[in-house]
C-alpha cells in the first residue's frame, strides 16, 4: 500500500541555518504530495503541497518539488528562525479520501 | 483557517467509561476523518465519513465506532475506554477531490487513568 518514510529526529539548528527534511513515498498510481507543519499544542496546518511531477511547492520560505524519478518530496527551507520550530510531517493523498503521513520530524532551531 | 470545531479539547476520563468526541464544521465539506496522534506514529487514521450516514473504518478502527447524521458534525465514540487509547485526537475535513488537501481542527487531548 501507500506509505512514506521521511527522516527521523529530532532536528536541532541554529538561526539562519539551512534545513532539509527527507521525504520519500510508494505509491501505485500518481498522488498528490503535502507537508503539514505543527506547532506545539496545536493541529496540523497545510505548509504546502505539489499535485504532479516535477511541481514545486512553496510557502512561507520553505520549497519542496515532486520529483517522481527518485519518489521523493524534499523539504526545504534557506534560512531558519526560531519560529520554526515545529513538527513536520509529509503526507500522500493518492484517491479521493486517504491521506497517508509520515511519523514526522521534530525541528528546534536555537537562537 | 478552515472552520473546524473540536470538542473537548481536554478530557480525563477512567477505564472502562464510554467517551464520546465532537467534531463541527462549517465549509459544508463532504469528506470528514478522525486520527489519534502518538509519539512516533505520526497521524493514524481511525474512521471517515464521505457523506451523512455513511462512514469506513481506517487502519486503527479497534475500539472506536463513528456517525454522522448531519454534514456538518463527526461523531467519535469509544464505547469502554483503556488506557490504550490515550492520545491526541484530530479531526480533519476535505473537499474530497484528489488534489484537495485535508484541513485539521486543534485537536482533543484524552487521557484514560
Known amino acids: 500500500g501507500d506509505s512514506v518514510t521521511q527522516m527521523e529526529g529530532p532536528v536541532t539548528l541554529s538561526e539562519e541555518a539551512f534545513l532539509t527534511i527527507n521525504c520519500t513515498y510508494t505509491a501505485t498510481g500518481y498522488p498528490s504530495l503535502f507537508w503539514y507543519v505543527q506547532y506545539p499544542g496545536e493541529g496540523l496546518q497545510l505548509l504546502l503541497k505539489a499535485t504532479k511531477a516535477d511541481d514545486k511547492g512553496s510557502n512561507k520560505g520553505f520549497e519542496a518539488t515532486y520529483r517522481k524519478e527518485t519518489t521523493s518530496f524534499h523539504l526545504e527551507k534557506g534560512s531558519v528562525q526560531v519560529s520554526d520550530s515545529a513538527v513536520y510531517f509529509c503526507a500522500l493523498k493518492e484517491n479521493d479520501y486517504k491521506l497517508s503521513f509520515g511519523a514526522g520530524t521534530t525541528v528546534t532551531v536555537r537562537a | 483557517d478552515a472552520g473546524i470545531t473540536q470538542s473537548p479539547r481536554h478530557k480525563v476520563t477512567e477505564t472502562g467509561t464510554p467517551v464520546t468526541l465532537r467534531c463541527h464544521q462549517t465549509e459544508n465539506h463532504r469528506y470528514m476523518y478522525w486520527y489519534r496522534q502518538d509519539p512516533g506514529h505520526g497521524l493514524r487514521l481511525i474512521h471517515y465519513s464521505y457523506g451523512v450516514k455513511d462512514t469506513d473504518k481506517g487502519e486503527v478502527s479497534d475500539g472506536y465506532s463513528v456517525s454522522r447524521s448531519k454534514t456538518e458534525d463527526f461523531l467519535l465514540t469509544l464505547e469502554s475506554a483503556t488506557s490504550s487509547q490515550t492520545s491526541v485526537y484530530f479531526c480533519?475535513?476535505?473537499?474530497?477531490?484528489?488534489?484537495?488537501?485535508?484541513?485539521f481542527g486543534d485537536g482533543t487531548r484524552l487521557s484514560i487513568l
Open positions: 480533519a475535513i476535505s473537499g474530497g477531490q484528489g488534489n484537495q488537501p485535508q484541513h
